[in-house]
């Protein structure tokens, strides 16, 4: 089992930045991809930015060379550092990890809003 636990989301004017942070606890070793996802109200959840072992990174293309994902192996923590922030980033932020035998763990979300 893993657990996560997400925290840095909050309210922030266009143009601003975030970091968000995912602290993994439990059967860490069994993960092997982590990423971050989105939902918006009245839209579908989204891939936002992945990592995976061995720092492989893909990233949706609204958020390419603005957002940056990355992965403290010491900690167990992923962040996703979000710069030049716009309204259409504002959703719920979910923390996602993937084991070895592609087992889905989610965190609770955590909510960024970003005002115009």
């Known amino acids: 089992q893993v657990q996560l636990v997400e925290s840095g989301g909050g309210l922030v004017q266009a143009g601003g930045s975030l970091r968000l942070s995912c602290a993994a606890s439990g059967s860490t070793f069994s993960i092997a991809y982590m990423g971050w996802y989105r939902q918006a109200p009245g839209k579908q959840r989204e891939l936002v930015a992945a990592?995976?072992?061995?720092?492989?990174?893909n990233y949706a293309d609204s958020v390419k060379d603005r957002f940056t994902i990355s992965r403290d192996y010491a900690k167990g923590t992923v962040y996703l550092q979000m710069n030049s922030l716009k309204p259409e980033d504002t959703a719920v932020y979910y923390c996602n990890a993937r084991s070895l035998t592609q087992y889905n763990y989610w965190g609770q979300g955590t909510q960024v809003t970003v005002s115009s």
């Open positions: 990592i995976i072992t061995g720092g492989n990174t």
